[in-house]
T-cell receptor
Framework: LAKTTQPISMDSYEGQEVNITCSHN???????ITWYQQFPSQGPRFIIQ???TKVTNEVASLFIPADRKSSTLSLPRVSLSDTAVYYC????????????FGAGTQVVVTP | DTGVSQDPRHKITKRGQNVTFRCDPI?????LYWYRQTLGQGPEFLTY????????KSRLLSDRFSAERPKGSFSTLEIQRTEQGDSAMYLC??????????????FGPGTRLTVT
């Protein structure tokens, strides 16, 4: 299985940048990296996806080093509504049976 | 609202009963996925379909679990002879696959199952 490791929790204040790093040492050549956000009693929501280098959208940036063994999700200027669990997911495009969410990172944003 | 709906949202059943959950994906999505999520854990992949074909089912938890997507649109997940350990949130997601590209999954709100 495409195993990932992330911090269990992170605390931040409103307006700060939050960076969550995910380790995925056994990522395969065709795998890509996706991040999801989940609020209590809701399904996960897609944030961003990338294969290598840097990807940016309207809500986050994703940094992936050349060896692709880790990735960092960057949330700029967080607000209270960004309090959620964030999951890093390695998507094995050639073998979905290997798909595995980790336990995620609980991010708590306080005023 | 992601456009993926699940029914029912909550189900309480007695041990030993059968339950069936329904998922309606986003209409143009050709892939549909089922997950199980227990408290404090990430979603656990169970199975997925491309159109009506079930392409991966080795991760279904036991032979009591089965899924169908008969016409390549909605899907059902059935659990036979439920056990207390089956109590969890069951999530459905859909996505679009075009050529070699698989786009992001859109998750439904889930069905919370409680087995008493």
């Amino acid at each position: 299985l495409a195993k990932t490791t992330q911090p269990i929790s992170m605390d931040s204040y409103e307006g700060q940048e939050v960076n969550i790093t995910c380790s995925h040492n056994n990522i395969a050549t065709n795998d890509y990296i996706t991040w999801y956000q989940q609020f209590p009693s809701q399904g996960p929501r897609f944030i961003i996806q990338g294969y290598k280098t840097k990807v940016t959208n309207e809500v986050a940036s994703l940094f992936i080093p050349a060896d692709r063994k880790s990735s960092t999700l960057s949330l700029p200027r967080v607000s209270l509504s960004d309090t959620a669990v964030y999951y890093c997911l390695v998507v094995p495009t050639d073998s979905w049976g290997k798909l595995q969410f980790g336990a995620g990172t609980q991010v708590v944003v306080t005023p | 609202d992601t456009g993926v709906s699940q029914d029912p949202r909550h189900k309480i059943t007695k041990r030993g009963q059968n339950v069936t959950f329904r998922c309606d994906p986003i209409s143009e999505h050709n892939r549909l996925y089922w997950y199980r999520q227990t408290l404090g854990q990430g979603p656990e992949f169970l199975t997925y379909f491309q159109n009506e074909a079930q392409l991966e089912k080795s991760r279904l938890l036991s032979d009591r679990f089965s899924a169908e997507r008969p016409k390549g649109s909605f899907s059902t997940l059935e659990i036979q002879r439920t056990e207390q350990g089956d109590s969890a949130m069951y999530l459905c997601a859909s996505s679009l696959k075009q050529g070699a590209n698989v786009y992001e999954q859109y998750f439904g709100p889930g069905t919370r199952l409680t087995v008493t």
